[in-house]
């Protein structure tokens, strides 16, 4: 079984600063893409960004040039770096690992519990 814990996430003044880490752990085998994603109070899902094995980085338009995604491959580890935090960012933020486990044929998706950020005003 494969499992994504997320930790970081808190209540915040607009303007500060948070980091999420996410790890996994289970009997993985390989590491594809990481990304965090977010949920905010009667909204959809939404990606916030994304990272490659090699690092490659994606980001969602409202989050760019405040957020900053990183990753671990030894740790099995993603970060997330949030600056310059509005309220708008107010949402659950999930945590989203595509690996490949021991005892199955073919990578898929695992999904973290989800973490609260709170940005106030």
């Known amino acids: 079984q494969v499992q994504l814990v997320e930790s970081g996430g808190g209540l915040v003044q607009a303007g500060g600063s948070l980091r999420l880490s996410c790890v996994a752990s289970?009997?993985?085998?390989?590491?594809?893409?990481m990304g965090w994603y977010r949920q905010a109070p009667g909204k959809q899902r939404e990606l916030v960004a994304t990272?490659?094995?090699?690092?490659?980085?994606n980001y969602a338009d409202p989050v760019k040039g405040r957020f900053i995604i990183s990753r671990d491959n030894a740790k099995i580890t993603v970060y997330l770096q949030m600056s310059s935090l509005k309220p708008e960012d107010t949402a659950v933020y999930y945590c989203?690992?595509?690996?490949?486990?021991?005892?199955?044929?073919?990578?898929?998706?695992?999904w973290g519990q989800g973490t609260q950020v709170t940005v106030s005003s």
């Open positions: 990272i490659t094995t090699d690092g490659s980085t």
């Open positions: 289970g009997l993985i085998v390989s590491i594809g893409t």
């Open positions: 989203n690992a595509h690996l490949g486990h021991l005892r199955l044929t073919s990578m898929r998706d695992y």
